[in-house]
């Protein structure tokens, strides 16, 4: 029996020590975070002061260049981009250099030296900061005094709930001050961010101008995004390349500022004997400080932080670690081998039933729609970090339905009864006997059924992505990540083989036809696009019915999204030996759906194009299109 007195006791004692934590907890972030923007600004400033010595790219045009539809936007911004930085680079501070000149001169044989003032960019500040010269030795001070009170605070959990609650208001007050040094730091930045952000500017503005003239040198880049996504990628390397080939300093601004800060550490060590030998003059520093800190701890909040950021270009490769995408792809499969443990061994886990019913799916996917994914949605991933989102796409993927039922069963016998009648030759009632069956139970089965849908990995990105991510899973398929020799020993149907389009060259004379000429010029942009499940744009990619969907609603007509039923549904059966090209040909039972399943564009001469995987020309007279093959449908 616990001891109503005592108890109350020990929760007065952890009152104290919970606060301790807590302010214990306030400071260790407070540590971690300080840290983290030491790095982060540090190897910031190493990318400012390399941006700041690169050189004006202004680039030049010729008249027919400026005067190209599809290249005026683009130049326009490249000139403005251009002012902007040379503007920015005016702005930026000077500083007089004397630059000492040695001159010749060929009719007297004698040399002369001249002396003369140069303007040059004044460079960026650094950022060491000026600090008060008895900031250190305050510093420590006060680190000896905690040392003092920690050597005695053990046997007393309020006095250490007071000092952790002393030590948090000091840290505060020093953060209070180092914001303050931050914004001043940060203003007289300010104009070589200018700089950094408009050489930024010019360089992106000088990119599209190159991508747009080489999509005008190169007009088959523009029929698929892949493609114009790897031209883009290529001017952007190059300009990367020749940044990194005059600036290669920043790879070591982590290293460099750890060891820093170790340095720092042993220093900080050394001063402390300083403090203990001078305590007079400590206790003064100290109070100097304090009342510095009073004052302007309050405006911390109005200083001004910069926080540069770099952009991203995302190809259509892979960028995680192989061995992190692999162990990813094996922990998905462990959760299938998991379930269908489950499915094997139902019999014993749930024992006693009279029957077991199976309507079960094949269990299974493509590792190669799993790793596009997770690059789509987390890029550079690692296997532990990603261990929820594959949970929640198994989750998605696969539903496990058991439930039990009873089933009675039923004989039939036959019964004998009687029954009143009127005599037909007497007219008399009478009573005669029949026979008669029923239907009587004489058992009871327990059944126990059991349903597993497998609603297939590839078509979950249309339903938990939104459209920009969905357009990067695209791409990644199209490409398989630029890794097919990543997965070599899959079991799943060409999952290591990059699919290409099939292309058929259209008889001219059916290009005749306004209507489906406009169809197949529009369809035709998109060869080569891969097949995304429930996809209906260029952005995302497409489905059979989404591709059909967008090609007629750019090509004269507007009947909105529809799948393929209900594009059937428009549409005026014809036969097959009518069909001409532009009408829709339909499939059906190419998966386990009700009614039509497939759409493509029929062009003529035994022939479709459709959304496969990935968009491209097929022969509908193979078996496979014949076997499912349901009419011809021609649109309104």
């Known amino acids: 029996m616990k001891d109503p007195i005592s108890e109350q006791e020990n929760q007065e004692q952890e009152l104290p020590q919970q606060g301790a934590g807590a302010a214990e907890r306030v400071l260790e972030h407070l540590d971690a975070a300080h840290s983290r923007k030491t790095s982060a600004k540090a190897a910031q400033r190493e990318r400012e002061e390399t941006t700041l010595h690169m050189k004006s790219s202004r680039l030049q045009f010729t008249d027919e260049e400026r005067a190209a539809p599809e290249l005026e936007k683009y130049i326009r911004k490249s000139d403005k981009a251009a002012d902007r930085l040379d503007a920015a680079r005016a702005a930026l501070p000077k500083q007089k250099k004397l630059i000492r000149e040695r001159t010749y001169n060929e009719a007297t044989g004698k040399g002369k030296t001249r ?31 905690h040392n003092k009170i920690h050597s005695v605070e053990k046997d007393n959990a309020g006095v250490e709930g007071a000092h952790k609650a002393e030590e948090l208001g000091e840290r505060g007050a020093r953060y209070g001050a180092r914001k303050i040094r931050q914004g001043y730091h940060s203003r007289k930045l300010k104009p070589y961010r200018e700089a950094v952000k408009a050489e930024k500017a010019a360089a992106k503005a000088n990119i599209n101008v190159q991508y747009r003239k080489a999509l005008r040198d190169n007009p088959r880049l523009a029929s698929n995004p892949v493609s114009r996504l790897w031209q883009k990628r290529q001017i952007k390397k190059q300009y990367a390349q020749a940044w990194r080939k005059k600036h290669g300093r920043i790879r070591k601004t982590a290293e460099n500022t750890r060891r820093a800060a170790q340095k720092a550490a042993e220093k900080t060590r050394n001063t402390v004997l300083f403090v203990a030998r001078h305590p007079v003059g400590v206790a003064i520093a100290i109070g100097v400080l304090l009342l510095f800190i009073m004052i302007f701890a309050g405006l911390s909040s109005c200083a001004s932080i910069f926080s540069g950021g770099a952009s991203t270009v995302v190809g259509t490769s892979y960028v995680a670690e192989d061995a992190e995408m692999i162990g990813a792809e094996q922990d998905y499969a462990a959760l299938e081998a998991d379930l269908q443990q489950e499915l094997d061994t139902i019999e014993e886990t749930y024992p006693g039933y009279d029957e077991y019913r199976y309507d079960l799916d094949t269990i299974g996917h493509d590792p190669y729609v799993l790793t596009s994914i997770l690059t789509a949605m987390h890029l550079d991933y690692t296997r532990a970090g990603v261990q929820e989102t594959l949970q929640m796409l198994f989750e998605k993927q696969y539903i496990l339905t058991i439930t039990e039922e009873v089933e009675t069963l039923y004989r039939t016998e036959t019964r004998t009864g009687t029954r009143t009648v009127i005599d037909p030759e007497t007219g008399k009632e009478i009573t005669e006997t029949y026979e008669y069956e029923v239907q009587v139970p004489y058992d009871e089965r327990r059944i126990l059924n059991v349903s597993l849908e497998n609603f297939d990995l590839s078509h979950l990105p249309v339903y938990i992505m939104d459209e920009e991510t969905l357009s990067l899973y695209a791409t990644y398929m199209q490409t398989l990540g630029g890794r097919p020799d990543l997965f070599p020993t899959s079991s799943y149907p060409n999952a290591s083989t990059i699919k290409e389009p099939t292309y058929y060259e259209v008889p001219p004379e059916a290009l005749e036809d306004a209507a489906f000429a406009a169809m197949l010029t529009e369809a035709e942009k998109y060869l080569g696009y891969p097949y995304v499940w429930g996809g209906s744009s260029p952005s995302t ?9 967008w090609v007629i609603n750019h090509s004269g007509w507007d009947v909105g999204r529809l799948g393929a039923q209900g594009l059937y549904n428009i549409c005026t059966p014809v036969a097959a030996a009518q069909a001409k090209p532009g009408d829709l040909i339909f499939f059906q039972s190419t998966y386990d759906v009700t009614g039509v399943s497939h759409v493509g564009i029929y062009v003529g001469g035994g022939m479709m194009i459709h959304c496969g995987d990935p968009i491209s020309y097929a022969n509908i007279n193979t078996s496979y299109w014949q076997e499912h093959f349901y009419a011809y449908g021609r649109l309104p």
């Open 115 to 145: 002396l003369r003032f140069e303007g040059r960019e004044k460079p960026a500040p650094g950022g060491k900061q000026h600090k008060n010269p008895l900031s250190r030795p305050t510093h420590e001070a006060g680190v000896f005094v």
């Open 541 to 549: 990619s497409f489905d059979c019915s989404g591709f059909v969907s």
